[in-house]
């Protein structure tokens, strides 16, 4: 069984920083593509970012390329999300996300079929 659980979330001040975290068990961890997404009220949850299997490949939403990084420990099966200069617009849930398919990284949400329950971050401005 899979089983994808986010931790880090919390109130930040808008400029500070907040570091996600998920850890997955029940698959391949090494093999798996990992990506982050998130949902705020009243909208459609948007991708965020993907780590490939490996971490050679890392891609990022328009928004957040500079402010967020993605990084994965593969020894430890799990993949993080460190957000800087965080702005009230980053207020949402965050979800970490893996597709069924190994060696797969895909850019949408379509492409992932496991899902964590998610974790609140809000940005006070």
């Known amino acids: 069984q899979v089983q994808l659980v986010e931790s880090g979330g919390g109130l930040v001040q808008a400029g500070g920083s907040l570091r996600l975290s998920c850890a997955a068990s029940?698959?391949?961890?090494?093999?798996?593509?990992m990506g982050w997404f998130r949902q705020a009220p009243g909208k459609e949850r948007e991708f965020v970012g993907a780590i490939s299997w490996g971490g050679g490949s890392i891609y990022y939403t328009d928004s957040v390329k500079g402010r967020f990084t993605i990084s994965r420990d593969n020894a430890k099966n799990t993949v993080s999300l460190q957000m800087n200069s965080v702005k009230p617009e980053d207020t949402a849930v965050y979800y970490c996300?893996?597709?069924?398919?190994?060696?797969?990284?895909?850019?949408?949400?379509?492409?992932?079929?496991?899902w964590g329950q998610g974790t609140q971050v809000t940005v006070s401005s």
């Open positions: 029940g698959r391949t961890f090494s093999s798996s593509a």
């Open positions: 996300a893996a597709p069924r398919r190994y060696y797969y990284t895909p850019k949408g949400a379509n492409g992932y079929d496991y």
